[in-house]
């Protein structure tokens, strides 16, 4: 209504009006719909609302609630003192009631967060008193009942208002509580907006890099050897020719810029800062929101960009010197996380995250870093790229979110080294968490599902490449393992934790089985090289000795029993074996387990 018009005849629709001037553009449109189309979606007629009567009150509570959380173009309104039945006006006796600071208490006693609204109490052309509610499009329409509200003059104890209910009317004129499709078109605008605030805080980013760029080109002649913005395509070509020419320089270049935003950036909203926590109990509040804009603003894009780097590299065929600088990036970003001790306190420990996208606190760069582990990890076994293995193996760590003061060994990064107890997604509790929340990064993601190709080769890369953690982890702790093996890897190793629990075993093994295969031929036919570069520490092959394949076939043997397990706990069964008939048979020939030695 009021968008539309131009009471001052400045020619232009959204040229600003007087207070005057709307109301009388209100007053004239009201009486226009009141006596001639009556109760329509964008106006809501009563005649009369009394605000002394609990129930009453509580009904116009939720009629406004149901106005702001539906769907509005640009304003909607409720008028008061209008009869729907006779399509005519009749006074309201308590117009003092209408006050806006009235109101507003109201409204911020029983909704969380308070509707915006105006309020205009008007007269019609022939004087009869009304009242104009005025709601305008809202900052989110996810307003909900922040209180329950029961009755007192029921018979029965009655709720007229329960806590978290979100009432709305749709596109119709009767309010309901909101159905799962209202629920998703208020998360919709939300995604939609916090998406185009991101992408303009990006943007703005990148153009004061090019700016700067620019004017050291402008200035000196010289500018960095890397663009401040590389697109997804632009990027993979950018590391391709990084990788053909080996060179190390820009290599480097790239690993700092990546460093500022997933290291140095936390100290911009003083997640490094635990002092300040102490002085300020504002901090903490500070700090979380603060952190949580750095995440997806600056850390989860260049977290992004190190992971596809890794991936290009094994992919281009890059230099293994090339690849350790990486996974030493990712390493060093995974350490990050014992150090944000401003942004550890101001996480409920105990807490849980529904998914990913709801994770914020000290352990955020660890879980993050863990994915990248095993989403190149599931690329080079996919690819069989072996050689690059050793290297994103051999990277140990402290296990992260840990309490303060709590003793820890070192673990083995692709080992998954993370305490949950700090708002991580609750996926991580099942079995089959790691792979499946590594599946859908991967499937998410358009850059990452175009190199795996399909989901079913992300779940065979994953299922695979945790079975070389749980094979090294066998090696250093398997109970059918020499031991003479076992001293050698916590010689080689010391203070190292080889605990690893798979996640493979919740999966059908047939994805399995390729693995499987093609390290039981090599093995059988005396080959080394693909034994040696699945091991984290290729020296270990000489002890290992003629005890190669039936260590091998007893790790196999153990994770099948595990998977067996599993199957049983959840009431599934499957008769067929997974094995080709080969491997299948050797694994039959091994001692029965209570004989075995």
């Known amino acids: 209504m009021a968008k539309d018009q131009d009471p ?96 507003r208490q109201v409204f911020e006693k029983y909704l969380q967060p308070v509707p915006q609204f105006q309020v205009f109490i008007l007269k019609t052309s022939d004087g009869i008193p009304f009242v104009l509610l005025v709601i305008g499009k809202q900052r989110t329409r996810r307003i909900l009942a922040r209180v329950n509200v029961v009755n007192p003059d029921d018979l029965a104890p009655r709720l007229i208002l329960r806590e978290g209910d979100l009432w709305t009317k749709g596109d119709s004129t009767g309010k309901r509580l909101a159905r799962p499709e209202d629920w998703d078109g208020v998360y919709e605008e939300v995604v939609e907006r916090e998406s185009e605030a991101r992408t303009r805080r990006r943007t703005d980013q990148v153009m004061q890099q090019v700016i700067a760029q620019e004017r050291l080109r402008a200035t000196s002649g010289s500018v960095s050897t890397i663009p401040a913005y590389l697109s997804d395509d632009e990027f993979r070509a950018f590391v391709e020719g990084v990788c053909v020419e080996e ?31 102490y002085s300020d109990p504002q901090a903490i509040i500070a700090i979380r929101a603060g952190s949580l804009k750095y995440r997806d603003d600056n850390f989860l894009p260049a977290m992004q960009r190190l992971t596809l780097l890794g991936l290009q590299i094994v992919k281009s065929g890059g230099s293994i010197r090339m690849f350790e600088l990486t996974m030493e990036l990712i390493r060093n970003t995974y350490n990050v996380s014992s150090e944000l001790s401003g942004l550890r306190l101001a996480t409920p420990r105990g807490s849980r995250s529904q998914h990913l996208g709801e994770h914020i606190s000290h352990t955020t760069p660890a879980l993050h870093c863990l994915l990248a582990v095993h989403i190149i990890g599931a690329y080079i076994t996919g690819r069989r790229r072996f050689a690059y293995i050793p290297s994103i193996m051999n990277q140990p760590v402290v296990v992260a979110g840990l309490d303060p003061g709590v003793e820890a060994k070192s673990v083995l990064l692709a080992m998954w080294p993370l305490h949950c107890v ?4 609750l996926e991580l509790k099942t079995r089959s968490g790691r792979i499946d929340l590594c599946k859908s990064k991967i499937m998410n993601d358009p850059v990452f599902s175009k190199l795996f190709g399909s989901e079913s080769a992300a779940l065979k890369g994953l299922m695979q ?133």
């Open 8 to 103: 001052e005849g400045t020619g232009s629709p959204t040229s600003p009006r007087s207070l005057a001037a709307r109301a009388d553009q209100y007053r004239n449109e009201v009486e226009k719909v009141v006596r001639t189309v009556g109760e329509h979606p964008q106006y809501e007629l009563k005649r009369s609302v009394e605000l002394s009567a609990l129930s009453k009150k509580i009904e116009f509570v939720k009629d406004i609630q149901a106005i702001a959380t539906s769907p509005i173009d640009f304003e909607k309104y409720l008028v008061i003192g209008a009869d729907e039945a006779t399509r005519a006006f009749v006074p309201v006796p308590n117009l003092a009631d209408f006050d806006e600071a009235n109101l």
């Open 247 to 277: 060179d190390s320089k820009r290599l480097g270049l790239l690993l700092e810029r990546l460093r500022d935003d997933l290291i140095e950036g936390w100290h911009s909203v003083r997640a490094y800062d635990e002092e300040s926590i």
């Open 422 to 425: 700090w708002g991580e997604p």
């Open 465 to 597: 490449f945790d079975y070389l953690i749980e094979w090294n982890s066998y090696l250093a702790l398997g109970e059918r393992t020499p031991q003479a093996v076992r001293e050698y890897m916590r010689t080689r190793n010391p203070n190292v934790d080889f605990s690893f629990r798979t996640s493979l075993v919740a999966f059908e093994l047939k994805y399995l089985a390729p693995l499987a295969v093609e390290l039981f031929g090599s093995l059988r036919t005396g080959t080394s090289e693909l034994l040696s570069q699945t091991l984290l520490d290729a020296s270990v092959m000489p002890v290992l000795g003629k005890d190669t394949v039936s260590v091998f076939l007893e790790c196999l043997r153990a994770t099948e029993d595990d998977h067996e397990r599993w199957m049983s706990e959840m009431h599934r069964f499957s008769f067929l074996s997974p094995w080709p008939e080969q491997l299948g048979n050797a694994l039959k020939a091994l001692p029965p387990r209570a004989n075995r030695r």
